[in-house]
């Protein structure tokens, strides 16, 4: 079972940047695609972005497409999500995800369907002030 590690949260002004990490101990992280997904306080969690787990194929949410960016670094046995132009709306609590490709009868590369993310982290808490 692979343990996961969110980092890199905090507090910023509108328009800031922020740099999550998500690191991985237990398992290699390069067996895995990685999501990152978000929860706001009284609202569904939901997909933020995801990353095959060879770094080849990689996608965000229309929320957050052009501003957020989710990469790898499998020998560092770390995902990335690089948030930029953050909004108020970007507040949550961010998790990372590791789906094992291999547990599914879908073949696809990345999944933003949070049920084939069997592996969580804790999370890491984004707030973003107006």
């Known amino acids: 079972q692979v343990q996961l590690v969110e980092s890199g949260g905090g507090l910023v002004q509108a328009g800031g940047s922020l740099r999550l990490s998500c690191a991985a101990s237990g398992r290699t992280i390069s067996r895995y695609d990685i999501g990152w997904f978000r929860q706001a306080p009284g609202k569904e969690r939901e997909y933020v972005a995801a990353?095959?787990?060879?770094?080849?194929?990689?996608l965000s949410s229309d929320s957050v497409k052009g501003r957020f960016t989710i990469s790898r670094d499998n020998a560092k046995n770390t995902v990335y999500l690089q948030m930029n132009s953050l909004k108020p709306e970007d507040t949550a609590v961010y998790y990372c995800a590791a789906r094992p490709r291999w547990a599914y009868t879908t073949a696809q590369a990345i999944s933003a369907d949070q049920y084939e993310y069997d592996y969580w982290g804790q999370g890491t808490q984004v707030t973003v002030s107006s």
């Open positions: 990353i095959s787990r060879s770094g080849d194929s990689a």
